[in-house]
């Protein structure tokens, strides 16, 4: 008998279990053994060919089994079993510093501001005028861009530049400290440079407010000496890598959902890149985003200060940076793991022989599709809106709204007459639905929902509706005395 630890995003289609007891003397074996468990998970490790997806990998203790014999790594009862599938990332190089450029002198006031860092012999004046002579490039102004642009604001890089197009949010006070209630509807790029020269009037601060793109990427990135990727989707995710390899700029990368977070530094030269760990993405609406999953406030507090650590440490040119070394963190055992990871020699950007020589269409990539221009009507089987759902209520139609969401969800908001099954659940309990009604999948969003209407679709039931947008759609259009979250 052995454990497979189970991942956040995984855990609904475990009974909310974090680890998992199974038998087998290999991998493959406790994989088969997990899935028959729990069938609902075999559609998010496997592929239809009954292959191993390549967003998920395995690990045996801190090695990964693609570099070990794949499903047939032979596996002890004190082997610890991880899946790792992506979330939306060793050698030390002391001596190796990011910044090959002119040093710029400390003024008085300077030295009296970053004293502590001077006092140490590891910083000292030399590695104070790098930071100084520093430009790091912040890929978001969110959860994980705050603490990581406060933190290098106050150590001293002399030009932080900051990538974002948002606006602020009430839900983002949260967790983006470098709002406040009065921001709320400006700029995230007017209120972060002010809080940021507030903190630090000695630096430079340039704002590029726009949607990163394959067309801008290489331009924005040139500039930099390194690359803080803070993004939340794995279209912009797989561009932040691929441009930094192209102009071998390193890139701090981190993550976070829920309670777990992870961390590296990917696309150094002889390091890995993202890639390497993810050759490619889930499917669309796979892996929950942190809008629709939710996250601990404090969590992108200690990630984004880990990728602040990891930058200071590569314009120094000291230490041991996360390169080859993949850390977790769960703030719920304040626990954190370190995997071993390799640079993959067949990889289609970074390997020996790349194939992507050039930046995509990171859309496609990820198989994101366009938003369709008009609503899709009820008659077309998939979809309708919160609209047209009201309008049949209010005809008597005989169908019955399906709740997806957690119970948790259900106490901020519900739509009366809903019947609740959360998603996790729903390979388990279809057969409490008749296969000849007619059912809405409701969710927050219309991500979660969709899935649970793919499912019910293939196992036979023909009169299945997704609720576009969700409830917070429906509380948009036809509720709004609900609150939403």
Excluded at 54 to 60: A, G, K, L, Q, R
Excluded at 165 to 173: E, G
Aim: net charge neutral; glycine share 10%.
């Amino acid at each position: 008998m052995a454990k497979i630890l189970i991942p956040t995003p995984l855990r609904p289609y475990t009974d909310k279990q974090d680890a998992v007891d199974v038998s087998g003397a290999t991998v493959g074996e406790l994989l088969a053994d997990l899935t028959r468990k729990h069938s609902g998970l075999k559609a998010h490790l496997y592929n239809e060919q009954g292959k191993l997806r390549s967003f998920v990998n395995v690990y045996v203790n801190d090695e990964d089994i693609r570099y070990l014999q794949k499903e047939q790594t032979p596996v002890a009862a004190s082997d610890t079993v991880s899946i790792i599938p992506s979330v939306a990332g060793g050698a030390g190089v002391s001596g190796n510093a990011v910044v090959e450029k002119t040093e710029p002198q400390l003024t008085n006031d300077e030295v009296k501001r970053y004293s502590r860092h001077l006092i140490m012999p590891e910083v000292g004046v030399d590695g104070q005028r790098k930071l100084k002579a520093a430009k790091v490039l912040c890929i978001g102004a969110g959860g994980l861009g705050s603490p990581v642009a406060m933190y290098l604001a106050a150590a001293g890089v002399g030009t932080i530049g900051l990538v974002d197009f948002d606006v602020v949010d009430f839900s983002n006070l949260q967790r983006q400290i470098l709002h406040s209630t009065p921001d709320v509807g400006r700029p995230k790029l007017t209120s972060a440079k002010e809080k940021l020269h507030a903190l630090n009037p000695e630096i430079e601060i340039r704002t590029h407010e726009v949607a990163l793109s394959s067309q801008n990427a290489l331009q924005l990135f040139e500039p930099y000496d390194v690359i803080v990727d803070g993004t939340d989707n794995f279209p912009t995710r797989y561009l932040v890598n691929d441009a930094c390899v192209l102009l071998g700029k390193p890139n701090a990368y981190g993550s976070i959902f829920r309670f777990e977070g992870q961390a590296s530094v990917f696309a150094t030269k002889n390091g890995p890149c993202y890639r390497c760990l993810y050759p490619e993405p889930p499917p669309p609406g796979l892996v929950p985003s942190c809008a629709e999953g939710g996250v601990l406030g404090v969590l992108p507090g200690l990630i984004g200060v880990i990728q602040a650590t990891e930058t200071v440490k590569l314009i120094m040119g000291i230490g041991e940076p996360l390169i080859g070394r993949f850390l977790i963190y769960d703030a719920l055992r304040m626990r954190f793991r370190e995997l071993k990871l390799r640079k993959d020699p067949d990889c289609p950007v970074c390997g020996t022989h790349p194939t992507v020589t050039k930046l995509i269409d990171y859309e496609q990539f990820c198989g994101v599709a366009p938003a369709p221009p008009q609503p899709v009507a009820a008659g077309s089987g998939t979809e309708l809106t919160s609209l047209e759902l009201k309008q049949r209520l209010d005809r008597g139609d005989r169908l019955t709204i399906v709740d997806v969401r957690e119970p948790n969800e259900l106490q901020i908001n519900r739509i009366s007459g809903s019947l609740h099954i959360p998603l996790g659940d729903i390979p388990k309990r279809y057969n409490e639905l008749d296969p000849d009604a007619e059912y809405v999948m409701q969710c927050k969003s219309g991500v979660r929902s969709g899935k649970a209407a793919d499912f019910l679709r293939s196992v036979g039931f023909k009169h299945v509706l997704n609720l576009k947008g969700g409830i917070l759609d429906w509380i948009d259009k036809v509720d709004p005395s609900q609150p939403k979250y």
